[in-house]
């Protein structure tokens, strides 16, 4: 409204300047001084009255209804209506958002509506505390945004042009868990299966990842992901990196239906590869490889969420989570079942602890034993007689040192697990 106010003042002063140029100059000089004087108190009536402060006295009026002490209510008159602000500096967090969203940490506000909500994440809480400190760590690392904003659109940045990071969806089709991977390593971790509450998007797609789908086709049977499996297809360790823009500029998005998006593109690709992937003569594409599934919407957004998660993490380390880790057991003995598609769990526990490494490491994604296991590597059944004891070690400890170009990982085995593991080689041959 304002905005008109002051777009129509100043229409009307070049059509005054035109108009009254020759005729009246001390007319059109005085009508520029109201003018002028008119913009000046728009900009300062705006300045002086945004939106944050309307939200705040709303907020205050909300804690005056649940309190029932007048003492206390008296106390509210004095609430400072101003900026709030989480800074961070070692993590580059410059959060605005409590100027707005004030009750996140006060269980008072259960049932408040958005933006005073008590943050819903229940499991983000332990022992009556959160787990999270809001205060240190902000909100963009979770929700992205832009947190220096100070209006909700700017903030959110959703329809912002050219910001590399809007905030992410929320509520039923929310994907924040993205970003528990920038610290929570059981998630990214390949050494195998670890829980984390509230992940539960990111580890229902893990686990379609690895194996339990309809297909019992594992991703890495293709893709690499973090370091394992094959190069047929994109690695996707890096998929979450790319911005809107890059991934536009990377992408054939003619085939997506609806909004030209990266979200869009991941999720009709999960539903149907060929159908964003297909042949086309013009383009010079070729059909996509990549089985179609035939998931459910739900998992296909959760494999979104999962590979928006995939990238690097700028997170200092002292902000990451060091637990012990807790290991998903139950599922743990199906899956390494299915991985080695030999053994019970009952059997699995009776090898020895060279032979559970190999699986669990796992080795076999690029070599075979007696013909079972990957084709990337050399077939280990004989290694033992190819390959002395100190050379397996040293080798271990960094291949491509002792093999140059070596594509295999250097583990970070204990000198304990080498042994182990040069034990179980040498009992194939
Ligand atoms: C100027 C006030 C304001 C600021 C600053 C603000 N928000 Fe909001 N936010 C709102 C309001 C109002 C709503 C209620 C829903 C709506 O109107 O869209 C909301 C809703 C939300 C929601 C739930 C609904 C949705 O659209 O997903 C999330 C999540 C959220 N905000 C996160 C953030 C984060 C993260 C920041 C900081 C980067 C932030 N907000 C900064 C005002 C604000
Ligand atoms: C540790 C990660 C994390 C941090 C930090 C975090 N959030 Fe959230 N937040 C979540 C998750 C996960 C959800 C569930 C829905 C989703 O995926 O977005 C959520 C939900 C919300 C919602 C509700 C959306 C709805 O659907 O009702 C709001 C509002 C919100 N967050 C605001 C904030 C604000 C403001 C901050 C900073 C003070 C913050 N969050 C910090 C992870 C986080
Ligand atoms: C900025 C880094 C960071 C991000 C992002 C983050 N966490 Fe955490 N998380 C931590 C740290 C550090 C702790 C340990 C806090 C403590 O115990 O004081 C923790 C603890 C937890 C705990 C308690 C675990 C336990 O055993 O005590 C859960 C559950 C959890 N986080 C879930 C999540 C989920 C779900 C997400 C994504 C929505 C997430 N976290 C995102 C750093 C993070
Ligand atoms: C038979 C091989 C094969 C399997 C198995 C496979 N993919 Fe793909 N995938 C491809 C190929 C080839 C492409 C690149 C061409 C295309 O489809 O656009 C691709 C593309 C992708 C992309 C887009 C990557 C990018 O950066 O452009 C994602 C994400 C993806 N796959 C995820 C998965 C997931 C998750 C699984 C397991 C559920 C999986 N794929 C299983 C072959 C495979
Ligand atoms: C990403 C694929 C990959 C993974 C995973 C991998 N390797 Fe390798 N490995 C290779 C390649 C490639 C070579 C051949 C080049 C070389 O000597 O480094 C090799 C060589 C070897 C050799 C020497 C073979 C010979 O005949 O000279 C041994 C022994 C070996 N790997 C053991 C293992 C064990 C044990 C593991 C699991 C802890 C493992 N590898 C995991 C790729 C892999």
């Not at 979770?142 to 959703?158: F, L, N, S, V």
């Not at 990842?209 to 594992?218: H, R, S, Y």
């Not at 997506?256 to 594409?285: C, M, R």
Request: hydrophobic content about 35%.
């Amino acid at each position: 409204m304002l905005n008109q106010i002051a777009l129509a003042i100043i229409i009307l002063n070049v059509i005054g300047a035109v108009v009254l140029w020759k005729r009246d100059k001390s007319l059109l000089y005085a009508m520029f001084a109201i003018s002028l004087v008119i913009l000046f108190g728009i900009t300062t009536f705006k300045d002086l009255t945004p939106k944050w402060k309307d939200i705040q006295r709303g907020y205050v009026r909300l804690l005056a209804e649940k309190e029932t002490d007048p003492v206390k209510i008296e106390k509210l008159n004095k609430f400072p209506i101003k900026i709030r602000q989480a800074w961070n500096y070692e993590l580059g967090v410059t959060d605005r958002c409590q100027t707005c969203h004030l009750g996140v940490d006060n269980p008072q506000m259960k049932d408040a509506p958005q933006p005073y909500a008590f943050h819903p994440e229940a499991h983000l809480l332990k022992d009556g505390r959160m787990v999270h400190a809001f205060n240190d760590i902000g909100c963009t690392i979770c929700h992205e945004g832009q947190g220096r904003a100070t209006t909700k659109d700017d903030a959110h940045a959703r329809d912002i042009q050219h910001w590399a990071t809007p905030m992410y969806p929320s509520g039923e089709k929310g994907m924040s868990q993205a970003s528990c991977a920038k610290c929570h390593e059981e998630l990214t971790g390949t050494e195998g299966y670890q829980i984390l509450e509230g992940a539960d998007m990111i580890m229902d797609a893990r686990d379609f990842t690895l194996g339990q789908n309809d297909l019992e086709i594992k991703c890495v049977s293709c893709h690499s992901i973090y370091g394992v499996g094959e190069v047929v297809a994109p690695d996707l360790s890096t998929f979450g990196e790319s911005t809107e823009h890059e991934f536009e500029a990377t992408h054939i998005m003619n085939f997506i239906e609806g909004k030209k998006s990266k979200y869009n593109w991941a999720f009709q690709h999960f539903l149907d590869p060929q159908k964003v992937t297909p042949e086309d003569e013009k383009l010079g594409i070729e059909e996509t490889i990549m089985p179609n599934f035939e998931m459910s919407k739900d998992m296909a957004h959760k494999l979104v969420t999962l590979v928006y998660s995939m990238k690097e993490s700028a997170v200092p380390v002292k902000f990451r989570y060091r637990p012990e880790i807790k290991k998903r057991e139950a599922k743990r003995g199906r899956i390494q079942k299915e991985i080695a598609g030999l053994y019970t769990p009952e059997e699995y526990e009776k090898l020895s602890e060279g032979e559970k490494l190999f699986l669990k490491y796992p080795c076999w994604v690029c070599h075979s034993i007696n013909g079972k296991g990957g084709k990337l590597a050399p077939d280990l059944t004989k290694v033992g007689k190819r390959r002395n004891e100190a050379w397996m070690i040293k080798h271990f400890k960094d291949p491509p040192a002792i093999t140059k170009k070596s594509f295999m990982p250097k583990f970070k085995l204990t000198d304990e697990q080498i042994k182990e593991l040069i034990t179980y080689l040498k009992t194939l041959q």
